[in-house]
């Protein structure tokens, strides 16, 4: 285990060897598929991009003993040829949405004009992605000529990152979706190679950063409901990576070598609490990820801070630094994004971030996965299985099913159905979460215009 | 005052009650629950409520716009907890009321009443982060198995009396002579906001006092209700005997193996809500526009469309089926023809929606000095027995329409309890 290494990367495919691109397809089609996937090299690619560009967020010790944060539209980095495109690909996603006016007509609740713009958007993919990427990447060709390009592995990733037109709605596996899309990228090489840091920082302050800007039109512009929330009870209504990336900046220094630090604060940042504070929200979500983030929540929500976003609020509590935050945002996102089967069930594995098991993997606890419906009430996943990259410290994740409310202590509650399943489209419609694996997934390209109501709902 | 009284109080007040107390609490409620059919009959004057979701202070904002407890008698149609922050508060508080009060407020099943949706949506931690442990959660759940699963009003009056001032801005169809209020819509002060009015039926003396076994042949086909005045004359008093069906209410709708209301009253209802089957469609279906049934993107239940409803009211004698169960802006919604209504008491839902929430009156039919025209499926239409002479005539449905409660009065929590995450 590469533990001492402070820094690990996302290595690039090897140019002079053979590579096979394959056209991506969904393997997590129940319950217990989710402890295959957290065994997977995919699953391995993923967290090892995202902690990558965490730790590129956290200021840096110059070697004049000076500090440099890399708050948004800060003047110390400088965009890439292909971050600049991919900046250039955002606006053009932009400037269609106003060929797809919100509709007037009746409506529940989230806008079918959505539809539309993701068929416009659908139908350019190919013209689109050729004007941002370099044809290195895009077209790069499996060794057997029969197969596919890379062009079908980064469609998929990127189609994935809008939301459901189907269902109307946005959450964290279409936030995944675009993380895949960037980290698909990164293995094709098509950033530019630099010191550690440079690039990654790069990619989140002028690519991901634009990308969280455009989601957020887009769900106000067509009121796509979030997916999966749990109303009061969740981080976010639609989104996790703002408060990883977001926490790394107010966190403490480091030097090149260093490793991330698990307590502490940069000496300027902002007290935690401030999220509960307008006046500070108003200032700070400028420059900071995670206070963007919370400012779209005052943007969209009415009501008191602390009731409509208590798990918010009670971080907000937490004495011990950003840095910690920063832990905290990572061990949950492991747990309640990546973990959670209504969440990744929908992502598609192909060659870049493959479903075959990494050989360091460690298997998991109990493999009774007998059923995925509703009777199943498995409580296996309770600790994540999976594969202990570099990032793993000696501290266990934390529990994901069961009785893991985040809050809950080691209490020892009773035996509870399985809570990993959150089922999409909460706002209005409630969804069996024992039905999710029968949910249409997002974006095929025959999409059922009347919300996949073709499928049993008990099917599996 | 008793314990229950200040219990009561308490939770007025937004304070939760002692864990001890809730576990009486939820025994009391049991046993009282234990003795109501799966279709409880309530009657008119009555307030049909739809989802509440942990929205206490707008619970609050429901019973100052519709009446307190229990000088108005209310029906809640389910969903009482999940996503809010206060489905404890809410429901506890509904709860003290039905064991206080328990010929004054009725509640139903919803499909978050329910161990596996709780787990999922948020009671459940609300319950751990509130309590400590799971054990109210579970006091909870267990009343949950026993709440009914539908409701018949009866003694609906047809007409409704005029109420309150008309704003300048109220859209109405005009009243002429010869007319009745259907409906009416009224904004949180009480000022009327839309009106509709219906041709008067005309009574004849065969449905002054509806028979109740005259039998008639099963070829007989009988009219839906006919146009205004059909074949009846009389004085223009007559409309006395309006003869109005029961209204149904569920949380979600209808299920294709229920045809008869006598079937929901077959189902062993003291259990989790199952995955399918009568007792999860009651709980999880929506009506949509469409021929027949369908099947529902929730994965639960079934969709049904217009057809559907209408035979099914003609069947059982119902002029109404009120539901909750989907988020509609204008916090009330009636399809096909008036005969189905979705009603829904959650203001600006998850505090983003921006929706109105609205609860429907039922006024008391008084035209029969008292007495309760028991149309409840057990006999009638699908006999054909009224033959002719009566249709079903809707009940006249005031709406109370209202929005979010005022925020400013709510204090902040002092305790930031750390999720195991961040410890």
Redesign the interface.
Known sequence: MAADAPVRLLPPLDPSAGHSFIEPTKRIHEHGDVSEFLCSKGYVDIMTFLLQLNRSMFPAKLSDGRVQAWPLNSDAVEYSAPVRQLQQLLSKLEAILDEAPPDKGPR??GNIGFRRWYEIVESRVSTLLEECLSPEVLHRKSSDPEGPTAEAELKAYFLGSWGSPQ?LDYGTGHELSFLAFLAAIWKLSGFPKSTPGVEERAIVLGVVQPYLDLVRTIIKTYTLEPAG??????LD?HSFVPYIFGSAQFAPALSETDRVPEEGSLPDAPDPNGV?KANIVERERRGNLYFSAIGFIYD?????F???S??L??????RTGWA??N???I??YN?EVLSKFPVVQHFPFGSLFSWDRDPNAVPPPSTSHTTS??QSRLTDNAQVPGTKGPWATSQAV??AGG???????A?G??A????S???PG???????????S??PGPPPSDVDPS????????AK | MSDLDRAIAQLRACRLIPEAQVRELCYKARELLIEEGNVVCVDAPVTICGDIHGQFHDLMELFRVGGDVPDTNYLFMGDFVDRGFYSLESFLLLLCLKVRYPDRITLIRGNHESRQITTVYGFYDECIRKYGSANVWRYCCEVFDYLALGALVLGASSELEPSGPMMDTTQSSMPIDDTELETEVLNSRGEVTMSTYRPRQRSSSRNISPPRDISAGPGQAPMRSGAAGTGASGDARGSLSNRTGAVLCVHGGLSPVIDTVDKIRLIDRKQEVPHEGAMCDLLWSDPDEIDGWGLSPRGAGFLFGGDIVKHFNYKNDLSLVARAHQLVMEGYKEMFDGGIVTVWSAPNYCYRCGNVAAILELGEDTSSGGTVTRSNGDYGRSNGLLGATAGVRSPGRRYRVFEAAAQDTRGMPAKKPVADYFL
Do not use: C, N
Request: net charge positive.
């Open positions: 529940r609740f269902r929330s749990h109303g009061v009870w969740g209504d509960a969209v929500k009415r009501g008191p602390w009731e409509h208590p798990m609020y009670d971080i907000s509590g937490i910690k935050i832990k905290g945002m061990k949950m747990a419906g509703p934390p529990p009785t893991a409310a985040p809050w809950a202590t209490r509650g009773p509870l159905p399985d809570t399943r959150l089922p909460p706002m209005a419609p409630t969804r069996a979460p024992w039905a999710s029968a949910q919300g996949g109501m073709t499928k049993a709902p008990w």
